[in-house]
């Protein structure tokens, strides 16, 4: 089995100390006049645990039983926002330990932010910790098993051995024929021959097809540890996107007819905008209806191009400014 | 003996007496069971027009009739590897009838089973992405492995032991067939003369068969039970569907090989080599089975039922007193105990009682196959209504087409090739012979087979008889 | 019971066994033969791997965005999609007064024939009385039982953890629907009702359309959505935004309004998955619930049923029951 995916996370988790140097950060005086002092690693791995200290301080002196939380701005399938990771209560030193485990491959705008109890508002602190990763996957599926020696060559010798005595009796059976043809010298009967065509047919094809079946059947069905061999689709890697480009069109000239409005409604199905708008444009569930609501071609184009909130951008690569036309057209003229 | 030259001709003359004579009622029969193939082909033609939406099957139950059918063909399978491989294997006399017919019901009950699975399909021109992108950890590769397996063993272990008896046909049926069969004789002879050379070889042809398909026949319908015990549907998820299937196949097999055997003696008047004994010893590995598929049923809805896992309940209120309760308490009654209560009873230990035992236990094989897989598809596996499901016309008409079939090709084979073993029955026969007289010493292996080919194994000066000790 | 073979003109040889039995030495050999005769071709796989990968493997090879190799990115890890799905804020649409959202939205996005529900919302008795929305899209599991029992490799495991159907392989023997134990598969038993328009699409298992008869579909996660930064149809569909959808690899999901950590937002609300015994390790989340956060009566049963919206658009169309 490829094992270039291991779980590296679970070596850093013996590290809960601290190793690199700590960088104490003073904060200034706050709002409320509660201090925060974090103590945070300069840089971590992805995967490693990490332990945030936060000190948390009035007039000099600790805070007990403030409730403070560890935040960071994240982003997944087009939407962003601030995710709390862990939180933690401040004991009688006024400290709080906040650890999480490193996932994301950023850590952007990291933020303490003061939840309670005093209601008061105090301004987050942001601060940053770096990470470093080598891609390592952390979450691996595990499910299957893996008995050594139980796989494809226990079923690939069983069938041949049955094969082999099948083929052994058949081919007792060609001799047979052949004695026969020897101690009669003046028959020409075939028969011999016949079986041993059919027998060496049945056998090509039967030894072929299952060199075919177990050279080429993928060796598990499990996810990570064969992603190039056996996936039929674009895999997705975190930070990276492609353009959305809908169903597609099976045939390039169906959208070339010349004519602007049917070629807009074979656009229109093509990148899927009838998938949310509604085939026809009078909206569905997901898109709101586009017939009689677009402006003009500048603000519809903008749209598209940006893509508003929940829709795809289309780039230029993806709708050409004079399909774009199309569609608008097919839109305009009522869908 | 003159009585066993004369005991010889005659079975000689009643074995190929189908091949030479063709009444007019054949020619009935014939097209009878290709009306009803015919019918089944149109249908077939209209499932693959509009899909598979002409059957009843949808995605709550989708699987029915040509599943079961599968399941209910290749479980006739195995009347052959019962009665030719493990009888032969013990040294069983009276085994030496019934075994040419037992190897065809075979062949040809294999032949008609994969084809439903290919009925079954959605896209059955895609046949060939099980070659080229098959997956062997899938059940359903096994199942293609070990049915390929099987047929391959079973047509060498239906024609290698047919060789004498097809040199017979060539030698003895020269000018009385037309070209074809003569051409189908000479070539499938292979040059058969009856040496001892080509008796040992062929004795070890048969003997590597006889040993590999009884676990080649054990492993296809165990294979066959996986496709259901390898998901995790109620009632489908238990270990025993393998020796559940097993012994019914067997069971099956020998019910439907009984009633081959009574319908052939009946036409062609074989009463002297299917005889009483033979219907009554079948009769007796028919309840015998019967007793053994009682225990294993006990073993499963027993425990299955003591329980009542998650929805257990439904699945067993459904089967024993529901929907699905004649059906299932028929195959109980009629079709396990059955056999066993006909062959204890003096009264009906008769043909006819072994007969009504077969007929019951094919109804009722067919029946359980029909109920695993429904009601294994019936439970709901999400808070729904349970589904229905009822065969349609298209469906039965492609059954009954699959079993009239199997008819036609034993028919056809009649035509063809000899239904009884010649000379392993003269050889049988002529070895019981000399026990009733012991005073003569007994043949010995290469006089028994002298014996069974006189043209050809002795000179034209010698007598026929059995050579004494001189 | 046989006395000693007599002397007769004809022995040739002395047949040591009968005409039709295999004693134990010849019996052995034969299995010797066969064992012999298997390794050959065990020694050999290695061999004929390497041989025909190129041939038969490469040539053949079926990936249908094969020159879109994944650019490398500064960390390269593959996301682990998941959905977590809140059924405090599920009430089946009850409120809306249409039929679930969710549903609707998938049927719309993917031209889901009639009457397939790729993400059926189930009304499932609770214990104490009353019901609660359920919401059930495929799985996903990780160890999926409808990719283990495919023969052909039909249905396959991404490397994100989708499971997806590739209609042009299926050869329709529909036991990955005798394998689900969640209901998730469908089947086209007959031509699939389609808009004239779904003739015009490029298959592809990332967006299934257009359907063809005879083989199986299912939800797919919307894979070809959410790789681009968009959410699935059902997330964005539902107008109580109960349903989350993230990544396990970076432990983020979002619900198209707000983004959390996901296996915080599951602990933490008692997540649960469907099933659970029976070991499929479904990707699939449920944080348990009966829409009381919108104010919906466990004893407010019923929902409005599934339409499909576009299929007055489907002339002629044959659909059937589940």
Not at chain 2, 142 to 169: H, R
Not at chain 2, 391 to 400: G, H, L, N
């Amino acid at each position: 089995m490829r094992t270039t995916r291991t779980l590296n996370g679970v070596r850093y988790a013996a590290v809960l100390t601290v190793v690199v140097a700590l960088t104490m950060i003073t904060a200034p005086a706050l709002a409320a006049g509660i201090e925060i002092v974090v103590g945070a690693p300069e840089r971590v791995v992805v995967g490693q645990d990490v332990v945030v200290k936060v000190v948390l301080s009035q007039d000099g002196n600790p805070v007990e039983g403030a409730e403070v939380a560890l935040t960071y701005q994240a982003s997944v399938a087009g939407e962003s926002g601030r995710v709390e990771l862990a939180s933690a209560t401040t004991d009688v030193t006024g400290t709080a330990l906040i650890v999480y485990q490193q996932r994301a491959d950023d850590n952007r705008e990291m933020q303490i932010v003061y939840l309670g109890p005093d209601t008061d508002p105090v301004a987050p602190f942001t601060f940053t910790i770096d990470v470093a990763g080598d891609g390592t996957q952390l979450y691996v599926t595990e499910s299957g098993l893996r008995i050594p020696f139980l796989n494809g060559t226990v079923v690939i010798l069983v069938i041949s051995g049955v094969w082999v005595l099948i083929a052994l009796s058949a081919i007792y059976l060609v001799r047979v024929g052949r004695e026969g043809r020897q101690s009669d010298k003046a028959s020409r009967e075939t028969g011999s021959i016949w079986i041993s065509f059919v027998l060496a047919t049945v056998t090509i094809v039967t030894a072929a097809g299952m060199v075919i079946v177990f050279v080429r059947a993928p060796v598990s069905n499990t996810h990570i540890t064969d992603p190039d061999g056996y996936d039929r689709t674009i895999v997705n890697y975190v930070d990276v996107s492609y353009p959305y480009e809908g169903f597609g069109l099976n045939n390039a000239s169906a959208a070339l007819t010349g004519d602007m409005n049917t070629d807009g409604g074979t656009l229109y199905f093509q990148f899927a905008c009838g998938a949310c708008h509604g085939l026809t444009g009078q909206g569905a569930v997901v898109g709101p209806a586009l017939i009689g609501e677009i402006g003009s071609f500048g603000t519809f184009s903008e749209d598209i191009r940006e893509g508003p909130k929940g829709m795809p951008a289309y780039g230029e690569e993806t709708i050409s400014d004079e399909e774009l036309e199309k569609i608008y057209r097919f839109l305009d003229d009522g869908g | 003996m003159d009585t066993l030259t004369n005991w010889r001709e005659r079975l000689i003359t009643r074995t190929t007496r189908p091949t030479l004579v063709t009444t007019y009622r054949y020619w009935l029969w014939l097209g009878f069971l290709v009306v009803i193939v015919g019918n089944g082909v149109f249908q077939y033609t209209r499932q693959l027009r509009e899909g598979l939406y002409v059957t009843d099957m949808r995605d709550r139950i989708s699987w029915g009739l040509y599943i079961t059918a599968f399941v209910f063909f290749i479980g006739i399978s195995h009347a052959g590897t019962l009665i030719s491989a493990i009888l032969r294997a013990s040294k069983v006399s009276w085994r030496a009838p019934v075994t040419r017919i037992a190897e065809f019901i075979t062949a040809v009950a294999l032949i008609v089973g994969a084809s439903f699975v290919l009925i079954d399909m959605g896209r059955p021109e895609r046949i060939f992405n099980v070659y080229l992108h098959g997956r062997w950890q899938s059940p359903i590769m096994w199942d293609v492995m070990a049915i390929t397996t099987y047929l391959a063993a079973s047509i060498i272990y239906l024609y290698a032991p047919m060789i004498p008896d097809l040199g017979l046909y060539r030698d003895r049926l020269k000018n009385k067939v037309g070209p074809v069969r003569n051409f189908v004789y000479r070539t499938l002879a292979l040059d058969w003369n009856g040496s001892p050379k080509q008796f040992k070889l062929l004795g070890k042809a048969i003997g590597i068969m006889m040993l590999i398909i009884i676990p080649i026949a054990v492993s296809v319908h165990t294979v066959v039970s996986w496709i259901f015990s390898m998901t995790l549907r109620v009632g489908w998820n238990t270990s025993i569907f393998g020796v559940l299937f097993v012994a019914g196949a067997i069971f099956s097999g020998v019910a439907t090989l009984i009633l081959v055997m009574a319908v052939l003696r009946k036409i062609y008047h074989w009463e002297e080599y299917l005889t009483q004994k033979h219907f009554l010893y079948l009769g007796y590995l028919l309840a015998a089975f019967g007793a053994f598929m009682v225990y294993v049923n006990i073993n499963e809805y027993l425990t299955e039922g003591f329980k009542l896992e998650e929805a257990g309940e439904f699945a067993f209120r459904q089967l024993f007193i529901e929907d699905f309760a004649v059906m299932f308490w028929f195959y109980a009654i009629g079709g396990l105990l059955g056999p066993v209560v006909l062959m204890l009873i003096p009264k009906t230990r008769t043909i006819a009682g072994v007969v009504t035992a077969a007929i019951l236990v094919d109804i009722a094989m067919f029946l359980e196959r029909y109920f695993i897989v429904v009601t294994g598809l019936r439970v709901p596996l999400m808070p729904y209504e349970p589904a229905n499901y009822a065969p349609t016309f298209v469906e039965w008409s492609i059954f009954i087409a699959g079993i009239a079939f199997f008819c036609l090709l034993i028919t056809i084979a009649i035509k063809i090739f000899p239904m009884l073993a010649v000379w392993e029955m003269t050889e049988e026969h002529e070895y019981n012979c000399a026990r009733e007289h012991p005073t003569e010493p007994l043949p010995t292996e290469f006089e028994k087979v002298a014996v069974a080919m006189p043209e050809k194994t002795l000179p034209d000066d010698e007598s026929t008889t059995q050579g004494s000790a001189s | 019971m046989r006395r000693e073979p007599s002397k007769s003109e004809n022995s040739t040889e002395s047949d040591a066994g009968a005409a039709t039995s295999v004693d134990r030495r010849s019996a052995l050999r034969y299995l010797g033969f066969g064992v012999l005769g298997a390794v050959p071709l065990v020694a050999s796989a290695p061999l004929m791997d390497s041989l025909v990968h190129d041939i038969i493997k490469g040539s053949t090879s079926d990936t249908l965005a094969t020159d879109a190799s994944p650019a490398t990115t500064r960390s390269g890890r593959i996301r682990q999609w998941t959905m977590i799905i809140d059924l405090r804020s599920c009430d089946g649409c009850q409120s809306q007064g249409t039929p679930p959202q969710c549903a609707t939205a998938c049927i719309e996005g993917h031209l889901v024939p009639q009457p397939m529900e790729w993400i059926e919302v189930y009304e499932a008795d609770l214990a104490g009385g009353g019901t609660q929305f359920i919401p059930t899209p495929c799985q996903q599991c990780e160890n999926p039982p409808c990719v283990k029992v495919c023969p052909v490799g039909a249905t396959f495991p991404t490397p994100e953890g989708t499971i997806l159907i590739d209609q042009e392989r299926c050869i329709g023997c529909r036991i990955c629907m005798a394998a689900c134990p969640y209901d998730r598969r469908f089947f086209n038993w007959g031509t699939p009702p389609a808009p004239p328009e779904a003739a015009l699409a490029d298959y592809n298992p990332d967006h299934q359309t257009p359907a063809s008869r005879g083989t199986v579909m299912k939800c797919d996660f919307c894979p070809d959505m959410v790789r681009d930064g968009t959410l699935p149809m059902c997330v964005q569909g539902c107008p109580n935004d109960a349903i989350w959808y993230g990544d396990l690899e970076e432990d983020i999901a979002t619900n198209g309004r707000a983004i959390v950590k996901a296996t915080r937002l599951i602990s933490e609300n008692s997540g649960y998955r469907l099933k659970e015994h029976l070991g499929t390790q479904p990707r699939v989340y449920y944080l348990p619930g009966h829409g009381e956060n919108i104010g919906r009566d466990p004893d407010d049963e019923g929902r409005m049923p599934t339409e499909w919206p576009w299929i007055e658009r489907a002339e002629g169309a044959v659909t059937w029951t589940r």
